[in-house]
């Protein structure tokens, strides 16, 4: 496997994960010290990742609310053997996000360490 079908495989489990609302999967993706940030009405927040895994346990997922996926893979720039950059688009109905996620190669795996991301709700 290539380094950009590596990097697709990761992102697709973060997908899945995010769809199926299943934790174990996107602490699979994401690095521990990670952490997800957004500016939010005027503020900037970050949320580490195990803090947002628990938030992904006790919501209902979209597959449970039989909601269609809204999710792709718009870019991925690698940045070098060990450094890739992957914007997304991704929903949880009616929100609906862009992420922008910076990837590392870690010990030969690729992980997210840090996601960025915008949120805009569906009218």
């Known amino acids: 496997m290539n380094q950009l079908e590596?990097?697709?495989?990761?992102?697709?489990?973060y997908l899945d994960g995010l769809y199926e609302g299943d934790?174990?999967?996107?602490?699979?993706a994401f690095h521990p010290t990670s952490a997800l940030t957004q500016f939010y009405d005027g503020k900037l927040l970050i949320t580490p990742r195990?803090?947002?895994l628990d938030a992904?346990?006790?919501?209902?997922?979209?597959?449970?609310?039989?909601?269609?996926?809204?999710d792709h893979i718009l870019a991925i720039d690698l940045v070098s053997?060990?450094?890739?950059l992957v914007k997304v688009k991704c929903?949880?109905?009616?929100r609906f996000f862009?992420?922008?996620?910076?990837c590392l190669r870690i010990d030969g795996e690729w992980r997210v360490a840090q996601k960025v991301f915008t949120t805009e709700m569906a009218e």
């Open 81 to 84: 053997p060990e450094m890739a």
């Open 50 to 52: 195990d803090q947002w």
């Open 6 to 13: 590596a990097i697709e495989k990761l992102i697709r489990t």
């Open 98 to 102: 862009t992420d922008l996620l910076s």
């Open 91 to 94: 929903a949880i109905p009616p």
């Open 56 to 70: 992904v346990r006790n919501r209902e997922s979209p597959k449970a609310r039989g909601l269609a996926r809204h």
């Open 23 to 28: 934790a174990d999967k996107l602490a699979a």
